[in-house]
Nanobody, 120 residues
Framework: VQLQASGGGLVQPGGSLRLSCAAS????????IGWFRQGPGKEREGVSC????????YYTDSVKGRFTISINKAEKKVYLQMNSLKPDDTAVYYC??????????????WGQGTLVTVSS
C-alpha cells in the first residue's frame, strides 16, 4: 500500500488549502484514513479521520468548523479542506491508512507528508 499526500504550500492567515491523499488500494471501503500533522518543535497530532465502513468522520478540537475531510471512492482519494487557516496550523501534514474504524486509531501505512505554511 502506498499513500501520496499533496496540496501543501504557503498561504496567508485566513486562507484555504485542500490536501489530497491518494491511496494505492483495491477499495477505500475497508479502511479508515487519517490526517496527522507535526508542527515545528511539536509532537505529531491527529487532525481528522474518516471511515467509509462507519460513514463517520472525526476532528481534533482545534480544527473543528474549519477543516473538512471527505472521500472520493472512485478516485481512491481522501481530501482535507482547510479553511480559515492560522499560523498554528503550520506543519507537515501526513495521511495514513489503517483499520476500518477510526477508533482505536490503528494505522499501518503512512504517506510522505506535505508541508503547509501559514504566514503573512
Amino acid at each position: 500500500v502506498q499513500l501520496q499526500a499533496s496540496g501543501g504550500g504557503l498561504v496567508q492567515p485566513g486562507g484555504s488549502l485542500r490536501l489530497s491523499c491518494a491511496a494505492s488500494v483495491f477499495s477505500l471501503d475497508y479502511y479508515s484514513i487519517g490526517w496527522f500533522r507535526q508542527g515545528p518543535g511539536k509532537e505529531r497530532e491527529g487532525v481528522s479521520c474518516i471511515s467509509s465502513s462507519e460513514g463517520s468522520s472525526y476532528y481534533t478540537d482545534s480544527v473543528k468548523g474549519r477543516f473538512t475531510i471527505s472521500i472520493n471512492k472512485a478516485e481512491k482519494k481522501v481530501y482535507l479542506q482547510m479553511n480559515s487557516l492560522k499560523p498554528d496550523d503550520t506543519a507537515v501534514y501526513y495521511c495514513a491508512i489503517g483499520a476500518p474504524t477510526c477508533f482505536p486509531p490503528t494505522y499501518d501505512y503512512w504517506g510522505q507528508g506535505t508541508l503547509v505554511t501559514v504566514s503573512s
